[in-house]
Nanobody, 126 residues
Framework: VQLQASGGGLVQAGGSLRLSCAAS???????????MQWYRQAPGKTRELVAS???????NYADSVQGRFTISRDNAKNTVYLQMNSLKPEDTAVYSC??????????????????WGRGTQVTVSS
């Protein structure tokens, strides 16, 4: 299973960005994705959980982004989104997606795994 993240970039404070992360399987068949999450890591800081969304749509946010960021998912497309509004310079970080995936290998063996996408840089200028 591979996760491909996109949507990062450079934006001025107060602006918006939308991140996307799609899961795909080259030699496996994805059956179900449970929790989807976005993390971020700023230089010199530890990785922080930004937002998470369960399969039923229930979501949670870090206090620092509550009211500004919205996480959503499209189960048919195995994709999670992060809409980021009112961006601040302190939101500058590398954002990474994480998913809990149930898949089946070529011989129908079920596999449960926790997968990470390559991070995408978000830079907010003041």
């Amino acid at each position: 299973v591979q996760l491909q993240a996109s949507g990062g970039g450079l934006v001025q404070a107060g602006g918006s960005l939308r991140l996307s992360c799609a899961a795909s399987g080259s030699h496996v068949r994805i059956s179900r994705i449970d929790t989807m999450q976005w993390y971020r890591q700023a230089p010199g800081k530890t990785r922080e959980l930004v937002a998470s969304i369960a399969r039923d749509g229930n979501s949670n946010y870090a206090d620092s982004v509550q009211g500004r960021f919205t996480i959503s998912r499209d189960n048919a497309k195995n994709t999670v989104y992060l809409q980021m509004n009112s961006l601040k310079p302190e939101d500058t970080a590398v954002y990474s997606c994480n998913m809990q995936v149930i898949s089946f290998s070529w011989d129908d063996t079920p596999v449960a795994g926790n997968y990470w996408g390559r991070g995408t840089q978000v830079t907010v200028s003041s």
